[in-house]
């Protein structure tokens, strides 16, 4: 990426008009997260929930959904995020965020695909991670989250060039980021750097954002972020990707970033790969739900 690029998306980063309108309890939340679910505090949590009532009202409105199965409808906020467990909220409250930070309409792909790849990517993270040992699998789950947070960016800040991006990539059935490249001269990776940058997120989850498409290129963080491009991968397999068919082979053994996860984890070679990946369909159908009811309507796979 040229230099003259790389000030272009900085310089239509900053210009965002809706980057400020993000809810003030999204910054707050990331702290939240960042930190052992044994050390957050419940009146935390409820006091970010309440803070802003449209977020409250979505929040009441999915913990009712029959998708959690409960016994009876929470009727306060507290009772939500007791109903529901930490987590389950706090995935709620992120998504709410930045789902307002970024109006849909703006958008140059399905929304709901974009969240149904990113919430899926993130079980998939917690549940690799999981599978490791002595992981930090709450971590793992937020940089599944937010490692594609760069397509937000590119949707807003190049929407026409982005649009260009998936008409190739769902012609050539190729992954975005090489699209992209072809059709932009840079990926989502660098316009998600620019917004990680600007706000402040721990380097750990801006080498994610960065670099989850090549993590031998990440300055830190690389178990973490090769364990996100992993993950990535395993979700476009079993249609979880943008909404087309890409035309690839995926070896996860042969991939660089397997082989940066074997150093920090021995215990890699024992997991049954097959066994895994069949083990992430009841995940995904739980995430399909999800989406559909924080944002109404389904989408299909791929």
């Given at each position: 990426?040229?230099?003259?690029?790389?000030?272009?998306?900085?310089?239509?980063?900053?210009?965002?008009?809706?980057?400020?309108?993000?809810?003030?309890?999204?910054?707050?939340?990331?702290?939240l997260?960042?930190?052992?679910?044994?050390?957050?505090?419940?009146?935390e949590?409820?006091?970010l929930?309440?803070?802003?009532?449209?977020?409250a009202?979505?929040?009441?409105?999915?913990?009712?959904?029959?998708?959690?199965g409960?016994?009876?409808?929470?009727?306060?906020?507290?009772?939500?995020?007791?109903?529901?467990?930490?987590?389950?909220?706090?995935?709620?409250?992120l998504?709410?965020?930045?789902?307002?930070?970024?109006?849909?309409k703006?958008?140059?792909?399905?929304?709901?695909?974009?969240?149904?790849?990113?919430?899926?990517?993130?079980m998939?993270?917690?549940?690799?991670?999981?599978?490791l040992g002595?992981?930090?699998?709450?971590?793992?789950?937020?940089?599944?989250?937010?490692?594609?947070?760069?397509?937000?960016?590119?949707?807003?800040?190049?929407?026409?060039?982005?649009?260009a991006?998936?008409?190739?990539?769902?012609?050539?059935?190729?992954?975005?980021?090489?699209?992209?490249?072809?059709?932009?001269?840079?990926?989502h990776?660098?316009?998600?750097?620019?917004?990680?940058?600007?706000?402040?997120?721990?380097?750990?989850?801006?080498q994610v954002?960065?670099?989850?498409?090549?993590?031998?290129?990440?300055?830190?963080?690389?178990p973490?972020?090769?364990?996100?491009?992993?993950?990535?991968?395993?979700?476009?397999?079993?249609?979880?990707?943008?909404?087309?068919?890409?035309?690839?082979?995926?070896?996860?053994?042969?991939?660089?970033a397997?082989?940066?996860?074997?150093?920090?984890h021995?215990?890699?070679?024992?997991?049954?790969?097959v066994?895994?990946?069949?083990?992430?369909?009841?995940?995904?159908?739980?995430?399909?739900?999800?989406?559909?009811?924080?944002?109404?309507?389904?989408?299909?796979?791929?």
């Amino acid at each position: 990426m040229t230099t003259s690029i790389a000030a272009t998306i900085r310089e239509r980063v900053a210009r965002i008009e809706t980057m400020p309108s993000i809810p003030a309890i999204f910054i707050p939340l990331l702290e939240l997260l960042n930190l052992p679910v044994e050390r957050v505090k419940l009146d935390e949590v409820v006091k970010l929930v309440s803070y802003d009532n449209t977020i409250a009202a979505q929040c009441l409105r999915v913990a009712s959904s029959p998708l959690f199965g409960l016994a009876k409808s929470p009727e306060s906020i507290k009772g939500a995020v007791i109903s529901l467990g930490l987590r389950k909220v706090e995935t709620i409250l992120l998504t709410c965020c930045l789902s307002n930070a970024f109006p849909a309409k703006s958008w140059a792909l399905d929304p709901t695909l974009f969240w149904r790849h990113s919430l899926g990517c993130a079980m998939v993270c917690r549940k690799f991670s999981d599978k490791l040992g002595g992981g930090d699998g709450d971590k793992a789950y937020m940089a599944g989250l937010l490692h594609d947070i760069g397509l937000l960016v590119s949707c807003i800040a190049f929407p026409k060039e982005l649009t260009a991006a998936f008409a190739l990539a769902n012609q050539e059935q190729t992954p975005i980021e090489e699209a992209e490249r072809t059709t932009m001269g840079f990926t989502h990776c660098e316009t998600g750097r620019a917004l990680a940058e600007k706000w402040h997120l721990a380097n750990d989850m801006l080498q994610v954002i960065a670099h989850h498409h090549a993590p031998e290129q990440s300055e830190g963080a690389q178990p973490l972020v090769a364990l996100v491009h992993l993950s990535d991968l395993l979700c476009r397999m079993r249609g979880m990707g943008y909404g087309y068919y890409e035309r690839r082979r995926v070896d996860w053994v042969a991939d660089p970033a397997w082989a940066i996860l074997q150093k920090e984890h021995r215990n890699l070679d024992g997991i049954d790969l097959v066994r895994f990946t069949f083990e992430m369909d009841e995940a995904i159908e739980e995430v399909f739900g999800l989406v559909s009811t924080i944002f109404g309507g389904t989408a299909a796979r791929n």
